[in-house]
């Protein structure tokens, strides 16, 4: 059993900042990569930027030099920091982990993907 938690999301003017933060836990042998998406109504959900355990990172093209990912590996959390926000980055945003859990005394043989409940970021004047 493995869980994501989200924190940070808010209202927030442009041109203004906000940072979000995932924590994971549970029986967690290795989180491969991190991310954030996001779904705004009407629209299917999309990449915004992931991290792997190498700290190699990737962004969308409409959040390039505007957000950063960054992810603490020791305590399993990763962190979206988002500035200079736009009315179009409103939307839902969800933490997504790629991890291999411990059952038993071994690790799983294959990796799964774990979802947040997602937090409510507006940008509105």
């Known amino acids: 059993q493995a869980q994501l938690a989200e924190s940070g999301g808010g209202v927030v003017q442009p041109g203004g900042s906000l940072t979000l933060s995932c924590a994971a836990s549970?029986?967690?042998?290795?989180?491969?990569?991190m991310g954030w998406y996001r779904q705004s109504p009407g629209n299917q959900r999309e990449l915004v930027a992931t991290?792997?355990?190498?700290?190699?990172?990737k962004y969308a093209d409409s959040v390039k030099g505007r957000f950063t990912i960054s992810r603490d590996n020791a305590k399993n959390t990763a962190t979206l920091q988002m500035n200079n926000l736009k009315p179009e980055d409103t939307g839902v945003y969800y933490c997504?982990?790629?991890?291999?859990?411990?059952?038993?005394?071994?690790?799983?043989?294959?990796?799964?993907?774990?979802w947040g409940q997602g937090t409510q970021v507006t940008v509105s004047s």
């Open positions: 997504n982990a790629d991890m291999t859990l411990w059952t038993g005394a071994s690790p799983e043989d294959f990796s799964h993907q774990y």
């Open positions: 549970g029986n967690i042998f290795l989180i491969n990569a």
């Open positions: 991290i792997t355990n190498g700290i190699g990172t």
